[in-house]
């Protein structure tokens, strides 16, 4: 079965960084595309970051020049690296692999 576990989640003050990180078992890891969403309270979940199999990356323009998606295809794991974080950013942010298979999501709080 397809399992993918989060970490990396946490509080942090404007400014400052974290790494999400997403891995992956039950799945050919290489040939599936990957993706982090997010949903804040009262809003629609959203498509943050994405990666191809050919490694290509799409970011929502809110995060372009703050935000990195990445994969290891050794690990199986998925990555999204986060700096300059603004409290807009808080949200759940959560892992898909493919087209319907996702994480549990991990809590990110950006906070004074």
């Known amino acids: 079965q397809v399992r993918l576990v989060e970490s990396g989640g946490g509080l942090v003050q404007p400014g400052g960084s974290l790494r999400l990180s997403c891995a992956a078992s039950?799945?050919?890891?290489?040939?599936?595309?990957m993706a982090w969403y997010r949903q804040a309270p009262g809003k629609e979940r959203e498509l943050v970051a994405s990666?191809?199999?050919?490694?290509?990356?799409n970011y929502v323009d809110s995060v372009k020049g703050r935000f990195t998606i990445s994969r290891d295809n050794v690990k199986k794991t998925v990555y999204l690296q986060m700096n300059s974080l603004k409290p807009e950013d808080t949200a759940v942010y959560y892992c898909?692999?493919?087209?319907?298979?996702w994480g549990q999501g991990t809590q990110v709080t950006v906070s004074s």
């Open positions: 898909k692999v493919g087209s319907d298979s």
């Open positions: 039950g799945i050919i890891f290489m040939i599936n595309d």
């Open positions: 990666i191809f199999r050919g490694g290509r990356t």
